[in-house]
T-cell receptor, first 113, second 110 residues
Framework: KQEVTQIPAALSVPEGENLVLNCSFTDSAIYNLQWFRQDPGKGLTSLLLIQSSQREQTSGRLNASLDKSSGRSTLYIAASQPGDSATYLCAVRLDTNAGKSTFGDGTTLTVKP | DGGITQSPKYLFRKEGQNVTLSCEQNLNHDAMYWYRQDPGQGLRLIYYSQIVNDFQKGDIAEGYSVSREKKESFPLTVTSAQKNPTAFYLC?????????FGPGTRLLVL
């Protein structure tokens, strides 16, 4: 059974700092991995999707990498801002059926002004 | 605006009562999903549907039921058999590889 772990559970950084969030998974035979953002009491917003054949994806100040062989993905946030404060979740899909996604518990990020 | 709507935002359930959570999408997506989220945890899949009139159990389907009579609608019923229903419920839809989420319904037990 696929297990997804996100460490740390919480992270607090000063504004302007670059940071890395981690996601690890136990079964490396994945179809894709997706990073989401969740604001308190809200739904999830997709940030980046990495297919199994890709090594990284970039969107603005965000960069996500994927290393299937080691079962790891990282989300890099450059020049963090208070508006980046949220919970970040990763989800791993094993096959083409999206119903088979497994989510991590998330990392709650606080960016202090 | 295209998107996913969930209602109500808050729902209160009494002991022994069945309650239904609404999920509607106008994105023309074939696949729809229901997830449960407990505090400080990730999402767990309850049910999903890849096409109208068909749905599959997820990891925690016991105590829940769904229907998919229309492409745009995927209601979730929390039955009295679900003994610990207090949670945040999220509906999602997808086309291709990306899932899009609704704003969620918070279910509380009186």
């Amino acid at each position: 059974k696929q297990e997804v772990t996100q460490i740390p559970a919480a992270l607090s950084v000063p504004e302007g700092e670059n940071l890395v969030l981690n996601c690890s998974f136990t079964d490396s035979a994945i179809y894709n991995l997706q990073w989401f953002r969740q604001d308190p009491g809200k739904g999830l917003t997709s940030l980046l999707l990495i297919q199994s054949s890709q090594r990284e994806q970039t969107s603005g100040r965000l960069n996500a990498s994927l290393d299937k062989s080691s079962g790891r993905s990282t989300l890099y946030i450059a020049a963090s801002q208070p508006g980046d404060s949220a919970t970040y979740l990763c989800a791993v899909r094993l096959d083409t059926n999206a119903g088979k996604s497994t989510f991590g518990d998330g990392t709650t990020l606080t960016v202090k002004p | 605006d295209g998107g996913i709507t969930q209602s109500p935002k808050y729902l209160f359930r009494k002991e022994g009562q069945n309650v239904t959570l609404s999920c509607e999408q106008n994105l023309n997506h074939d696949a729809m999903y229901w997830y449960r989220q407990d505090p400080g945890q990730g999402l767990r899949l309850i049910y999903y549907s890849q096409i109208v009139n068909d749905f599959q159990k997820g990891d925690i389907a016991e105590g829940y039921s769904v229907s998919r009579e229309k492409k745009e609608s995927f209601p979730l019923t929390v039955t009295s058999a679900q003994k610990n229903p207090t949670a945040f419920y999220l509906c999602a839809s997808s086309i291709g590889d990306t899932q899009y989420f609704g704003p969620g319904t918070r279910l509380l037990v009186l």
